[in-house]
């Protein structure tokens, strides 16, 4: 028998202000998944935005907590930090978001609010249930829901969902895909969306 061992490839945190090419930095981050130690990790606020590429000099996990050394090998800056930050955002953002967001109809919801389970063909197709990440609702929508009748958004609380939920590589990202059913009362609030003038969607969640 064999054991996982889980690894990072980005350290998120808002502690370094003043990075330089070649400096050495301590670090502290709380789980149990370690970092490569021989190719490059990425350094992100924890909003995502890109600062550098960095290389774990050493690192020791104990009781929950990984503690080490970082050298810095190259900063981004100005168009290119804001291109690899909607990188970061896109792929990675709607991992850190409590919600996932699944578009529908209001004929679709209110019958899944009768019977207690959103149940769509998918399943029996793929095995799942698409999801979104906020991100990624405009493109989903625009490609899909154009011709929808009274379109909404679904706001699903990851914790109250019963089948197990992956995130799993589509276009544009990782989009959060719920194998079985959705039981309803995971849906902790609906918002109804609608094209603007110009012919699209641009979604803005309501908090």
Not at 53 to 62: G, L, N
Not at 77 to 84: C, D, L, W, Y
Not at 96 to 110: A, F, G, H, N, T
Not at 132 to 141: F, H, M, N, Q
């Amino acid at each position: 028998m064999g054991f996982k061992i889980e690894v990072n490839s980005i350290l998120r945190s808002d502690d370094y202000d003043d990075l330089k090419i070649g400096g050495i930095y301590d670090f502290e981050k709380e789980g149990s998944r370690i970092f490569f130690d021989n190719i490059p990790v990425w350094l992100t606020r924890s909003d995502w935005t890109a600062l550098a590429e960095i290389s774990i000099i050493s690192q020791t996990r104990k009781n929950n907590v990984l503690t080490g050394q970082f050298q810095v090998d190259y900063l981004y800056e100005g168009a290119e930090q804001k291109i690899v930050t909607d990188v970061f955002i896109r792929m990675y953002g709607g991992l850190s978001d409590p919600y996932i967001y699944i578009l529908s109809s209001q004929q679709e919801y209110k019958q899944a609010e009768e019977s207690g389970f959103l149940v769509r063909d998918s399943i029996k197709d793929v095995g799942f249930i698409h999801a979104s990440p906020e991100a990624e609702l405009d493109r989903v929508a625009n490609k899909y829901y154009k011709e929808t009748i009274d379109p909404l958004v679904m706001i699903v609380d990851k914790k109250l969902v019963k089948p197990e939920i992956k995130w799993e590589p589509a276009t544009g990202g990782l989009y959060p895909h719920i194998y079985g059913p959705l039981n309803m009362d995971a849906v902790t609030k609906i918002q109804e969306i609608a094209l603007a003038k110009d012919g699209d969607f641009h979604i803005h969640i309501h908090s």
